[in-house]
């Protein structure tokens, strides 16, 4: 079974959109919420995370929104650009069980100039 | 990047051959994780180590084995390789407070 469900699938948005990628999970014991960002041919970077104890995180024009109670987390994207097209994941562990990551599917951002 | 490195990049290996991989990293992490990513699947974990000659399986683990005897050096190896595991393999080290970094990846098709 998936631990972390991510949609949609793909995206595609124009520049200066604000692109949203959602997530939802299950265990409620995962305490960390990464979003990865992958660009062709190369592995993924870390891009921002969060924790349970907070409902927002923003780093540049990157947010993370999260629901504790609804168990889901959202990537908001700002002022979207063309290089900003990529792969995006989603991913959740749970600290005491050697921070094995759980990863959504995988959202393919497309930025149109 | 971040001092991670995986070998080789690319690989083609005939099905029933034995293949392994290397990742190696130079910043002395506990713990480092092997992934395999395949479309519509995400990254799925296929074994990790969190200390010299301490592994686990993952959630993929049929078919493949690893080892660890340095700190820096974590191997995978398919012990007769299968059309299945046509991949894009990743590893991976756990960073303080967190998060992993990636290495590049080692795209492995099986003929």
């Known amino acids: 079974q998936q631990q972390v469900k991510q949609s949609p699938q793909s995206l595609i948005v124009q520049k200066g959109g604000i692109p949203i990628i959602n997530c939802a999970y299950e265990?409620?014991?995962?305490?960390?919420f990464p979003w990865y960002q992958q660009f062709p041919g190369k592995g993924p970077a870390l891009l921002i995370a969060?924790?349970?104890?907070?409902s927002e995180k923003k780093e540049g024009r990157f947010t993370i929104s999260f629901n504790k109670s609804a168990k889901q987390f959202s990537l908001h994207i700002m002022d979207s650009q063309p290089g900003d097209s990529a792969t995006y994941f989603c991913a959740a562990s749970e600290s005491n069980t050697g921070n094995q990551f759980y990863f959504g599917t995988g959202t393919s951002l497309t930025v149109i100039p | 990047d971040a001092g991670i490195t995986q070998s080789p990049r690319h690989k083609v290996t005939e099905t029933g051959t034995p293949v392994t991989l290397r990742c190696h990293q130079t910043e002395n992490h506990r713990y480092m994780y092997w992934y395999r990513q395949d479309p519509g699947h995400g990254l799925r974990l296929i074994h990790y180590?969190?200390?010299?000659?301490?592994?686990d399986k993952g959630e993929v683990s049929d078919g493949y084995s690893v080892s660890r005897s340095k700190t820096e050096d974590f191997l995978l190896t398919l012990e007769s390789a299968t059309s299945s595991q046509t991949s894009v393999y990743f590893c991976?080290?756990?960073?303080?407070?967190?998060?992993?970094?990636f290495g590049s990846g080692t795209r492995l098709t099986v003929v």
């Open positions: 265990n409620t014991a995962f305490d960390y």
């Open positions: 969060i924790r349970p104890d907070v």
């Open positions: 991976a080290i756990r960073r303080q407070g967190g998060g992993y970094t």
């Open positions: 180590s969190y200390g010299v000659k301490d592994t």
